[in-house]
């Protein structure tokens, strides 16, 4: 197997391992827990979350690869996929979407410079991850507002 194909396959399941991590976490809170939470009029299905954040994952792993192949990956991007987890090990298995927020504001600048660290070595990589930033950013006023509506 050429070496380029390996880290290209290689990339891809180090981010969709990422969210597999984090989905350990939020499996058993959504019928327990999540359901029982006020959310806002704009909060989306449970099933559209699994096809959106598997389709990010991917184009996380493919902006990793384009990146790899041409440098030593910036820290940056470890540190936004760490922030990652972490989110859904706060929000879902500690229950605590005030620290959630907190902590997914972390993880919208570490994407944000990490885009801004991908652009410099690969333009295609830095915009692979807009999508992941934009549903982020989504994601953080879902986490607000449901921080508002459950006191």
């Known amino acids: 197997?050429?070496?380029?194909?390996?880290?290209?396959?290689?990339?891809?399941?180090?981010?969709?391992a990422a969210g597999g991590v984090g989905s350990l976490f939020i499996t058993s809170s959504i019928p327990d827990w999540y359901q029982t939470l006020n959310?806002?009029?704009?909060s989306p299905p449970n099933w559209v979350f699994g096809p959106v954040w598997t389709i990010l994952y991917i184009m996380m792993g493919l902006s990793l690869y384009?990146?790899?192949?041409?440098?030593?990956?910036?820290t940056i991007f470890w540190i936004q996929l760490i922030l990652n987890v972490a989110w859904s090990i706060i929000f879902f298995e500690m229950k605590n979407p005030a620290l959630a927020l907190v902590e997914i504001v972390a993880l919208w600048i570490?994407?944000?410079?990490?885009?801004?660290?991908?652009?410099?070595?690969?333009?295609l990589?830095?915009?692979?991850?807009?999508?992941?930033?934009?549903?982020?950013?989504?994601?953080s006023f879902l986490n607000l507002s449901i921080v508002i509506l459950n006191p």
């Open 1 to 16: 197997m050429p070496r380029n194909i390996f880290k290209l396959i290689l990339s891809i399941v180090i981010c969709l």
């Open 39 to 42: 959310k806002p009029f704009f």
């Open 66 to 74: 384009l990146v790899w192949t041409k440098k030593k990956v910036p």
């Open 110 to 123: 570490a994407i944000f410079l990490t885009i801004k660290a991908f652009t410099k070595i690969n333009k």
């Open 125 to 139: 990589a830095g915009n692979l991850l807009i999508p992941y930033l934009l549903w982020v950013t989504f994601a």
